[in-house]
């Protein structure tokens, strides 16, 4: 069973950087399509980023221009590059493998962001 474990959360002070990444298991990464979600308290998870198979990215329109996210299938991981952040960017970061080609949809446990001078 394929699983994903995401690291880089901490606190950081406004227009600070993080860098996340989400390891994930399994043979395929590469056939992966590869989203960064999160949630605030009180608030329902949203996407944040997603790259798929062919790279191709897509952002929330709340990050663009602050956030990147990639992917490096020989080490079956994903980044989110997190940039200019806002306390509003704090959340709960979970990662999401998904393929329905290989019937996967995974979550990690997330890892917690908080942005606060």
């Known amino acids: 069973q394929v699983q994903v474990v995401e690291s880089g959360g901490g606190l950081v002070q406004p227009g600070g950087s993080l860098r996340l990444s989400c390891a994930a298991s399994?043979?395929?990464?590469?056939?992966?399509?590869m989203a960064w979600y999160r949630q605030a308290p009180g608030k329902q998870r949203e996407l944040v980023a997603s790259?798929?198979?062919?790279?191709?990215?897509n952002y929330d329109d709340s990050v663009k221009g602050r956030f990147t996210i990639s992917r490096d299938n020989a080490k079956n991981t994903v980044y989110l590059q997190m940039n200019s952040l806002k306390p509003e960017d704090s959340a709960v970061y979970y990662c999401?493998?998904?393929?329905?080609?290989?019937?996967?949809?995974?979550w990690g446990r997330g890892t917690l962001v908080t942005v606060s001078s």
């Open positions: 999401n493998a998904k393929s329905d080609r290989l019937s996967l949809d995974t």
């Open positions: 399994g043979r395929v990464f590469s056939m992966y399509n």
């Open positions: 790259i798929n198979i062919n790279n191709w990215r």
